[in-house]
């Protein structure tokens, strides 16, 4: 048994769960038309089916984290496995779009208990800083790499089997999850002096729901009151989630961590380093099938290959902040994710591949290193007693980050688009105004009529990629200078980590 117990045998367990729920995050991008088929879901529907995953995700992780640390983060991991493999076979055999809808759901609350829970257990698993801060690198890769990984499992598997099929490989991988955690994970992890205020939970799901769906919701759709209220609504109620969180004895997230400006800084680093890889990642979805015109299957191939680099970029950072420091690691991987934009924007055209490949690669990577060095900071700094309360205030600003970034950049490729499009006879259509909407207008065009369509769309559509980019080299750059003054460390600090690394 002491052998079962190796910390490092320890990570299997603790990598499947996240493996899979950040597969999940992106395995639908091209099982959607089969769905959409198959349910003959809406418009309305197709985007439920997409956004509620992450909606509830995000609404729910501060309340499982603080779930976790009460009654012990191993023994929600198990809840959340059975939950999720329950939720899946839901998924898999939805005979409706409301249905699928809700099986997503509740998929999102088994992978709320599943994040902040593996998190938390590195704390407790490794207690030596050198090789925890390596666990952590691990799974910031494993988490990266699922959602790398969850187009091309989705694109094989539809060449064989039905859509439900993307939704049954979680049920495997799950129980196996149950197999082996009683065997590799700690139980003794909780206090059951804790509690868990309810009306904070209900308060962190009413700031955060509103506040993603009206972001993403302007960045989709334009500037509305609804949208706006949305918005409004979601900053309001986190107002009062904020005053509610000072006043409690035992708060669900611990506000006097924000006293520490590398803490605060970290957190805003971490969101401006989902902004930066999910805004790119839906972008480039779009650039591979519709400018270059390749299958589902190979544009998921192709986006991978970034993915063979940021499996060296997390363990390497690792080391790095060991040797060098955690600011100079930070910065660096910031600089090295601005450099992957310059790239996108500077080099790419309407048949360029090279280019967007390595500049996607200089992005992942950067913002992987940074991400693990930061996630491994906020676990070590955490009281025990709140390692899933603070893992989940940290996968939360993830989240929030990847929102931020589909609809900033998103919007940034749009506006551009309506711009750069040089054709007025489809002024004030759906042609003029995406990229989509051109190519779903050109099927019911004449060959060269349709063909003169395209082309103009995709010029227009690099160019407010080209824009985008910049937008985020410029945030990245400027998020560089921030970190470098807010995470510095005393000289002395950074001399003890050098006698460690030595």
Not at 43 to 71: H, K, N, P
Not at 137 to 149: D, F, K
Not at 299 to 315: D, K, N, T
Not at 329 to 346: Q, R, S, T
Request: proline share 4%; with cysteine; hydrophobic share 60%.
């Amino acid at each position: 048994m002491a052998q079962l117990r190796s910390p490092w045998i320890a990570m299997v367990a603790l990598c499947l769960p996240m493996l899979i729920v950040s597969m999940d995050v992106s395995v639908l991008f091209f099982a959607a038309p089969f769905i959409a088929d198959d349910l003959q879901a809406t418009a309305e529907q197709q985007l439920w089916i997409f956004d509620v995953y992450g909606f509830v995700l995000a609404g729910l992780l501060l309340t499982m984290g603080s779930l976790a640390d009460r009654i012990g983060h191993r023994r929600l991991l198990m809840i959340g496995a059975v939950a999720f493999s329950a939720a899946s076979l839901c998924a898999a055999y939805s005979v409706s779009a409301q249905m699928l809808i809700g099986a997503r759901a509740l998929l999102a609350v088994g992978g709320a208990t599943l994040m902040p829970s593996t998190l938390a257990l590195i704390r407790f698993v490794f207690d030596d800083p050198t090789a925890r801060a390596k666990a952590v690198a691990i799974w910031s890769a494993v988490l990266t790499g699922g959602v790398a990984v969850g187009p091309i499992i989705s694109g094989l598997l539809l060449e064989h089997f039905w859509w439900g099929s993307v939704f049954l490989i979680n049920v495997p991988v799950m129980l196996a999850l149950l197999l082996a955690a009683p065997m590799l994970l700690p139980n003794n992890t909780s206090d059951s002096d804790r509690r868990v205020d309810v009306l904070s939970a209900l308060l962190a799901l009413g700031t955060i729901l509103p506040l993603i769906d009206g972001i993403k919701k302007l960045a989709a759709d334009g500037w509305s009151m609804s949208r706006v209220g949305l918005v409004v609504v979601g900053l309001g109620v986190g107002v009062i989630f904020v005053w509610r969180q000072r006043h409690l004895a035992q708060p669900l997230v611990d506000l006097t961590l924000f006293r520490d400006r590398r803490f605060s800084a970290s957190m805003w680093i971490n969101v401006i380093g989902m902004f930066a890889i999910l805004g790119n990642a839906i972008i480039m979805t779009q650039y591979l099938q519709s400018v270059l015109g390749y299958t589902p299957l190979v544009a998921a191939l192709w986006s991978l290959v970034p993915s063979i680099f940021v499996g060296a970029a997390a363990p390497a950072a690792a080391s790095a902040a060991v040797r060098f420091g955690r600011p100079k690691v930070v910065v660096a991987g910031l600089l090295c994710a601005a450099a992957g934009f310059v790239v996108l924007a500077a080099l790419t055209t309407t048949d360029t591949l090279l280019s967007v490949l390595v500049g996607a690669t200089l992005l992942a990577s950067g913002t992987v290193a940074l991400a693990s060095v930061i996630a491994d900071y906020v676990v070590g700094v955490a009281p025990a007693d709140r390692a899933g309360a603070t893992s989940s205030l940290l996968e939360t600003s993830s989240e929030f980050g990847g929102a931020l970034g589909i609809a900033i950049l998103g919007s940034v490729v749009n506006v551009v688009f309506r711009l750069a499009f040089d054709d007025p006879s489809y002024s004030g259509t759906k042609a003029g105004q995406s990229l989509s909407g051109a190519l779903g207008t050109a099927h019911q065009l004449p060959a060269d009529q349709a063909q003169k369509l395209i082309d103009a769309a995709r010029e227009a559509f690099v160019s407010g990629l080209s824009a985008a980019a910049w937008v985020g080299a410029a945030v990245l750059v400027m998020t560089a200078v921030i970190a470098a003054w807010a995470l510095r460390e005393d000289p002395a600090s950074v001399k003890s980590q050098a006698e460690v690394a030595n």
